[in-house]
């Protein structure tokens, strides 16, 4: 399983970005499948997360400005995040749940996943 994350950079804040994450290695399309953000000297924490059945989930954080979709026909996710702030500055990785063939109930657990991303890098200035 491979997993390929872009879309990153440097913004301003109250800015947008969208993050986007290809999937391979796999036929299955119905994982669970999540964005989870690290910054340095801190734990890996779930941002947004989307079931086999397309439910999602999210950081108390982030409701509300970052949305959570995916496109089953090319085995990517996507992470649209708006009205960016200095705290979101962050690595964000890629993970998919491959554990069940119809994932339901995607955990905003990193412990979750076993397959990342290598992650791409959002900074965001005030």
């Known amino acids: 399983v491979q997993l390929v994350e872009s879309g990153g950079g440097s913004i301003q804040a109250g800015g947008s970005l969208r993050l986007s994450c290809v999937a391979s290695?796999?036929?299955?399309?119905?994982?669970?499948m999540g964005w989870f953000r690290q910054v340095t000297g801190k734990e890996r924490e779930g941002v947004a997360t989307?079931?086999?059945?397309?439910?999602?989930r999210y950081a108390e954080d982030v409701k509300g400005r970052f949305t959570i979709s995916r496109d089953i026909a090319s085995n990517s996710v996507y992470l649209q995040m708006n009205s960016l702030k200095p705290e979101d500055t962050a690595m964000y990785y890629c993970a998919v749940k491959t554990t069940a063939l119809f994932c339901l109930a995607a955990s905003l657990d990193q412990h979750d996943y076993p397959y990342w991303g290598q992650g791409t890098q959002v900074t965001v200035s005030s």
């Open positions: 290695g796999y036929t299955h399309s119905r994982y669970c």
């Open positions: 989307m079931d086999g059945a397309g439910t999602t």
